[in-house]
Antibody, heavy 120, light 107 residues
Framework: QMQLQESGPGLVKPSETLSLTCNVS??????????WGWFRQPPGKGLEWIGT???????FYSPSLKSRVTKSVDTPKNQFSLRLSSVTAADTAVYYC????????????WGQGTMVTVSS | SFDLTQPPSVSVSPGQTASITCSGD??????LSWYQHKPGQSPVLVIY???RRPSGIPERFAGSNSGKAATLTIRGTQAMDEADYYC??????????FGGGTKLTVL
């Protein structure tokens, strides 16, 4: 059974770049049935979409974050990554990766989430 | 992009029916999904393509979409259903849009 696991630094300084990785186990990231997404939830706020990527590298980004976000896929390692540049305290959040099942048009599998705090 | 509007909170007594609405101008152009999110846990997909339930989701969860408003209905609400619920739609077929979330309280 496929599982997703986020990993990241936990603490990032303001103005630096946040890097997160989502490891996919129990299945192939290269399946044409799946897209892969990143989301976040700031403390006390709702869910926010960051972006979606296909294993070919095709990406879709939230308009509000597009200028600071880069996503990539590493098919040999079966993982995909997120880089968010020039972070501020407003980027403090729990970050989730998730799987989009194309036949569902919905994100049917989520990682457990990783908390990232932006602070000096 | 467009906005999805949800009530901030809904309360229901155990065993009763809870209804959570999601409104937006473009709902007719997009499939709608609903996610259940409990504190400290990952979101769980409970409804996709407006009214379909993933495997393992109880039958008491149901969804509908009239094009202007969507509703998540939970019949026979249980204490375990207490959570935040988010509706999610698609903008231009590729961009994900969430509603602001509704806190369901089972009193």
């Amino acid at each position: 059974q496929m599982q997703l696991q986020e990993s990241g630094p936990g603490l990032v300084k303001p103005s630096e770049t946040l890097s997160l990785t989502c490891n996919v186990s129990g299945g192939s990231i290269s399946s044409s049935s799946f897209y892969w997404g990143w989301f976040r939830q700031p403390p006390g706020k709702g869910l926010e979409w960051i972006g979606t990527i296909f294993y070919t590298g095709k990406t879709f980004y939230s308009p509000s974050l597009k200028s600071r976000v880069t996503k990539s896929v590493d098919t040999p390692k079966n993982q995909f990554s997120l880089r968010l540049s020039s972070v501020t305290a407003a980027d403090t959040a729990v970050y989730y990766c998730a799987r989009l099942l194309s036949g569902f048009d919905a994100f049917d599998l989520w990682g457990q989430g990783t908390m990232v705090t932006v602070s000096s | 992009s467009f906005d999805l509007t949800q009530p901030p909170s809904v309360s229901v007594s155990p065993g009763q029916t809870a209804s959570i609405t999601c409104s937006g101008d473009n709902l007719g152009d997009s499939f709608l999904s609903w996610y259940q999110h409990k504190p400290g846990q990952s979101p769980v997909l409970v409804i996709y393509q407006d009214n379909r339930r993933p495997s393992g989701i109880p039958e008491r969860f149901a969804g509908s979409n009239s094009g202007k408003a969507a509703t998540l209905t939970i019949r026979g609400t249980q204490a375990m259903d207490e959570a935040d619920y988010y509706c999610q739609a698609w903008d231009s077929s590729t961009d994900v849009v969430f509603g602001g979330g509704t806190k369901l309280t089972v009193l």
